[in-house]
C-alpha cells in the first residue's frame, strides 16, 4: 500500500494551491479519507476528512471556509483545495486513509487512520 501526496509548493498569502493524494495497492472506495499537516516540534494536526458512506466534511476552525476535501474514486484519489492561504499554513501535509467509517468523534484523531501518504511541503510566505 502506498499513497503518494502532490502538489505542496512556495506561494504567496491569500493564494491558492491544490493537494492530491493517489493511492496505489489500496482502494479509496469504502474509505474514510484525510488531510493531517505537522510543523516540526509540534503533533499531526487535522485538517479535512471526508466519511466514506455518507460523504459528510469536517474542517477545524482554522481552515474552515478555506480548505476543502474532495475525492474522484474512479482516479483513486483525495484532493486538498487550499484558499486564502495564511503563513500559519506553512507545514508539511499528509494524506490518510482508513476503510469504512469510523465514529464522528473519531475522524480528527490520527490514531484513526491506517493508511499514510509521505508527506508534501507547503510554505506560505507573507
Known amino acids: 500500500v502506498q499513497l503518494q501526496a502532490s502538489g505542496g509548493g512556495l506561494v504567496q498569502a491569500g493564494g491558492s494551491l491544490r493537494l492530491s493524494c493517489t493511492a496505489s495497492?489500496?482502494?479509496?472506495?469504502?474509505?474514510?479519507l484525510g488531510w493531517f499537516r505537522q510543523v516540526p516540534g509540534k503533533e499531526r494536526e487535522f485538517v479535512a476528512v471526508?466519511?466514506?458512506?455518507?460523504?459528510?466534511?469536517n474542517y477545524p476552525v482554522s481552515v474552515k471556509g478555506r480548505f476543502s476535501i474532495s475525492r474522484d474514486i474512479a482516479k483513486n484519489t483525495v484532493y486538498l483545495q487550499m484558499n486564502s492561504l495564511k503563513p500559519e499554513d506553512t507545514a508539511v501535509y499528509y494524506c490518510?486513509?482508513?476503510?469504512?467509517?469510523?465514529?464522528?468523534?473519531?475522524?480528527?484523531?490520527?490514531?484513526?487512520?491506517?493508511?499514510w501518504g509521505q508527506g508534501t511541503q507547503v510554505t506560505v510566505s507573507s
Open positions: 490518510a486513509a482508513v476503510p469504512g467509517n469510523p465514529t464522528w468523534s473519531a475522524l480528527s484523531s490520527s490514531r484513526t487512520y491506517d493508511y
Open positions: 495497492g489500496f482502494t479509496f472506495s469504502g474509505s474514510t
Open positions: 471526508m466519511r466514506w458512506g455518507d460523504r459528510r466534511t
